[in-house]
């Protein structure tokens, strides 16, 4: 991807916190921005952020050191007489500063913002479907990647950094994009990471349980994903499933306009599966009087209501019901989340992302209303997380799958045996439960098991190409890890085409 600058330009700390409190100076005239002393160079402005590991305040004089010649903090803190902008929250005003710095390229896309526990990313790469059948050139930033449209790069999370969202969103601007699509988490909101940033649309999936180690009480974390309505424009609108109690709850609280998307709720805009199999799904979308039938190679409901969720986005900006499932019908596979590995195999095999219990089980009920064999499932628990999340991973598996082989996912610094014990005291029958530590190896041995008409899925990872183990990071794909031991265990030539090939071939 070639290298990009984003044009910058001078602002006054004054006019965009007219309430700060400023030292050393009457105003701060500001060109660039650093939020860790260890990137600040020469001439920047050093934000003293507050993170739930570290303060920056406590780096004041090693950013200095560094050549910042002012400082923004929470509190007065010695500078040597250099400048210093006192604020009540270095990470909601490092954040506007950013958006600032690019000329607020929010204010000239249009900025759909997706959040929720879970479809995300699914929802978000729908959006941007649609948007691009419809001949709109869209940007997007999410949990797998960073694209202008033209270009993309590996995401690092989620939501990136204050400082990496402006420059994208200056990005897409200069290319041309006219839309940007963004996932964000309950983590970013409630940092104010997404402060200067005008949504024209706030979609919510769904609200369950998650992110309990980072917002401490459910009612906390509900909060959070409610406060993506306060970055509504003047001409924004929302989007809620109402087939989420805790997502339709929030109807009451928003001021712009709403339209509601479900399949089993009233709701504007509604669906009905026709057929489902393991390679694909017929579902009819209707929206008023008009319905139309859309044919995904995705399966499953929580996949219909992601797809409401993007229809609905989509109806909203006048785009033609056919011309929305054309969009949907484009988005034939997302890295990760439920991808089917078709190597030749008699027996179905999924990766998907899944690592919350309600994602899981969406999952699981898929694949058991479309497998005549058994459901294998691979699985483990993320490390320096929510522990409690633990034992309900394994009682979805217990109840939905008829082999379980626990793994590894990304134990971090955590001991993994930890892990591993934490899940298991979720299994009231432990007996149908392999512990193969080792992933590849775990993933390996599950395949091994399976016969024709069963199925195969690998939780937990998605499109992640790295494991963290301690402060490692290893190379694993689990796509790539299935593919090499379909591959090598036995499959001929003929059996390493996809059955619907051989099909049409025939």
């Known amino acids: 991807m070639p290298q990009w600058t984003p044009l910058t330009r001078s602002i006054s700390l004054r006019q965009l916190f007219p309430k700060a409190k400023f030292f050393g ?3 701060i005239i500001v060109s660039s921005i650093a939020g860790d002393w260890q990137e600040v160079a020469e001439g920047d402005l050093f934000a003293a952020l507050v993170g739930s590991r570290a303060d920056g305040h406590h ?19 010695p500078t040597g007489g250099l400048p210093l902008c006192v604020v009540p929250d270095t990470r909601v005003a490092f954040a506007r500063i950013a958006q600032a710095l690019v000329d ?40 797998i990647e960073l694209s202008d449209g033209q270009w993309s790069s590996p995401s690092p999370e989620t939501t990136p950094s204050a400082a990496v969202l402006a420059q994208w969103l200056s990005r897409m601007e200069s290319v041309g994009c006219s839309h940007a699509v963004m996932e964000i988490s309950s983590e970013a909101l409630s940092q104010g990471r997404i402060e200067g940033i005008e949504l024209h649309a706030a979609c919510i999936t769904n609200v369950r349980r998650n992110h309990l180690d980072i917002h401490n009480t459910l009612a906390n974390y509900r909060s959070a994903k409610a406060k993506i309505f306060s970055y509504l424009a003047t001409d924004g609108f929302a989007v809620l499933n109402a087939d989420d ?23 504007e805009v509604t669906a009905e599966v026709v057929d489902r199999s393991m390679s694909e799904q017929t579902f009819l979308l209707t929206a008023g009087c008009d319905t139309v039938a859309v044919r995904t190679r995705m399966i499953g409901d929580h996949h219909v209501s992601n797809c409401l969720i993007a229809a609905t986005t989509g109806l909203v900006w006048g785009f033609e019901l056919s011309e929305i499932a054309r969009g949907l019908e484009r988005v034939e596979k997302v890295p990760g989340r439920m991808e089917r590995i078709e190597c030749g195999q008699s027996f179905g095999v999924f990766v998907d992302y899944a690592r919350t219990s309600d994602a899981l089980a969406a999952a699981l009920d898929t694949l058991r209303e479309v497998t005549p064999g058994r459901v294998i499932c691979v699985f483990g628990a993320e490390g320096e997380q929510d522990r409690d999340q633990r034992p309900l991973l394994a009682a979805e598996v217990e109840r939905q799958s008829d082999l ?6 990304n134990p971090r610094c955590e001991p993994p045996t930890r892990i591993l014990r934490d899940v298991l005291r979720g299994f009231e029958r432990p007996n149908i439960v392999e512990v193969i530590p080792d992933r590849t190896d775990a993933i390996g041995w599950a395949l091994s098991q399976a016969e024709a008409g069963d199925c195969v899925l690998i939780a937990g990872r998605g499109h992640e190409e790295q494991q963290f183990v301690g402060n490692r990071r290893l190379a694993i794909d689990d796509r790539q890890s299935a593919r090499q031991w379909l591959y090598s265990h036995g499959l001929s030539t003929e059996m390493l085409v996809p059955a619907w090939q051989r099909q049409r071939a025939a």
């Open 404 to 409: 379980a082989v626990l793994t590894q996912t």
């Open 25 to 27: 100076a009457d105003d």
């Open 245 to 267: 109690p805790v997502a339709a709850s929030f109807a009451s609280a928003v001021t712009a306009p709403l339209l509601t998307a479900g399949m089993r709720a009233m709701a």
């Open 104 to 143: 607020n390229p929010s204010r000239r896309l249009k900025v759909i913002g997706v959040t929720g526990t879970s479809g995300k990313t699914t929802t978000s790469w729908l959006i941007r479907g649609i948007l691009e059948a419809a001949g709109h050139a869209t940007g997007m930033l999410g949990t």
């Open 59 to 77: 780096h004041v004089d090693d950013a200095l050191r560094h050549g910042a010649t002012a400082v923004l903090a929470e509190r007065f803190v």
